[in-house]
Nanobody, 128 residues
Framework: QVQLVESGGALVQPGGSLRLSCAVS????????IGWFRQAPGKEREGISC????????YYVDSVEGRFSISRDKANNTVYLQMNSLKPEDTAVYYC?????????????????????WGQGTQVTVSS
């Protein structure tokens, strides 16, 4: 059974940085994608970044492009989201999720519909 466990959420000041981790276990297929999503209070959950293990390509939505970076440690089955230049509007519960579909590069996962295994979420609060 696939299990994803996020960690690293915290309270941080505007302009600060955080690195979120997503530990993945129970999935034996070689090719898949990991996505990072977030849900702010009163808003719908949105996909913000994903990584395809087929070619290690990445995708970012405009609101985080240039500030966030997704990467993975193959040896430890962990995916990271490095978040820099954080803004108050980045405040949300952050989730990682796995898509077992083999679609190709990360951009092909950016409709976010194929992600079907989810972690429990980690809170990120950006406030002074």
């Amino acid at each position: 059974q696939v299990q994803l466990v996020e960690s690293g959420g915290a309270l941080v000041q505007p302009g600060g940085s955080l690195r979120l981790s997503c530990a993945v276990s129970g999935f034996s297929m070689r090719h898949f994608a990991i996505g990072w999503f977030r849900q702010a209070p009163g808003k719908e959950r949105e996909g913000i970044s994903c990584l395809s293990t087929i070619d290690d390509s990445t995708y970012y939505v405009d609101s985080v492009e240039g500030r966030f970076s997704i990467s993975r440690d193959k040896a430890n089955n962990t995916v990271y989201l490095q978040m820099n230049s954080l803004k108050p509007e980045d405040t949300a519960v952050y989730y990682c999720a796995l898509s077992p579909r083999v679609l190709g590069s990360a951009v092909f996962y950016s409709d976010w519909r194929t992600f079907n295994s989810w972690g429990q979420g980690t809170q990120v609060t950006v406030s002074s």
